[in-house]
């Protein structure tokens, strides 16, 4: 499967962004993640959902962002609210088949990324 994220940009802290990820095969297949990334860190999960639905979240970006599919459209969504300095990062999607629950936030469960998407916050 072939993803590209799309939606970032530069806002202000307490701005709203939403990212999608296009994919090239029903996302309703695999489970889904994004992950972000700054420069000299390692890369971190923020969101994920499974094939169910079910969905889970950094601590840091509970109650901030929500992580949503579009089966219709191949696509999954990151609404991220009430942004802040420290969210700057490369944001990724990723895929994955099979059951993964236990391990959404895991960036070595997935198989396929896409390039990214720069999400840059300023106070």
């Known amino acids: 499967v072939q993803l590209v994220e799309s939606g970032g940009g530069s806002v202000q802290a307490g701005d709203s962004l939403r990212l999608s990820c296009a994919a090239s095969?029903?996302?309703?297949?695999?489970?889904m993640g994004w992950f972000r990334q700054t420069p000299g860190k390692e890369r971190e999960g923020v969101a994920g959902?499974?094939?169910?639905?079910?969905?889970t979240y950094v601590d840091s970006v509970k109650g901030r962002f929500t992580i949503s599919r579009d089966n219709a459209k191949n696509t999954v969504y990151l609404q991220m609210n009430s942004l802040k300095d420290e969210d700057t990062a490369m944001y990724y999607c990723?895929?994955?088949?099979?059951?993964?629950?236990?391990?959404?936030?895991?960036?070595?469960?997935?198989?396929?990324w896409g390039q990214g998407t720069q999400v840059t916050v300023s106070s």
């Open positions: 095969n029903p996302v309703s297949w695999y489970c």
């Open positions: 959902t499974d094939r169910n639905g079910q969905t």
């Open positions: 990723a895929a994955a088949f099979g059951s993964c629950w236990s391990s959404l936030l895991e960036q070595n469960r997935y198989t396929y």
